[in-house]
Nanobody, 126 residues
Framework: QVQLVESGGGLVQAGGSLRLSCAAS????????MGWYRQAPGKQRELVAT???????NYADSLRGRFTISRDNAKNTMFLQMGSLKPEDTAVYYC????????????????????WGQGTQVTVSS
């Protein structure tokens, strides 16, 4: 099984910064894309940013310029650097991995279901 564990959330004042980490563990051959999503109370989960294994990134338009996603493939870890935080950034931030492959017992690769982390709370006070 592949697991994702987020860390780095917490309480920060408006205008401050936080860096989230997401570490992938377990047995896998590759992960095509990883991403950050967030869910505020009473709202649907929304995209924050994604990054592919070759470094291509995609951001929610409203967050571009304040948030930066990065990935260390060697350490199977993804990061989200958040700056100029606002109270409306308060949410549970979830890590996601998709396009996971594992080595099959008799050779070749097999797909693994997409995986979500347990989430980390980010609270921005005004």
């Amino acid at each position: 099984q592949v697991q994702l564990v987020e860390s780095g959330g917490g309480l920060v004042q408006a205008g401050g910064s936080l860096r989230l980490s997401c570490a992938a563990s377990g047995t896998f051959f590759s992960i095509r894309a990883m991403g950050w999503y967030r869910q505020a109370p009473g709202k649907q989960r929304e995209l924050v940013a994604t990054i592919t294994s070759d470094g291509r990134t995609n951001y929610a338009d409203s967050l571009r310029g304040r948030f930066t996603i990065s990935r260390d493939n060697a350490k199977n870890t993804m990061f989200l650097q958040m700056g100029s935080l606002k109270p409306e950034d308060t949410a549970v931030y979830y890590c996601n991995a998709e396009g996971i492959t594992q080595r099959a017992v008799f050779g070749g690769l097999r797909p693994h279901p997409d995986v979500w982390g347990q989430g980390t709370q980010v609270t921005v006070s005004s």
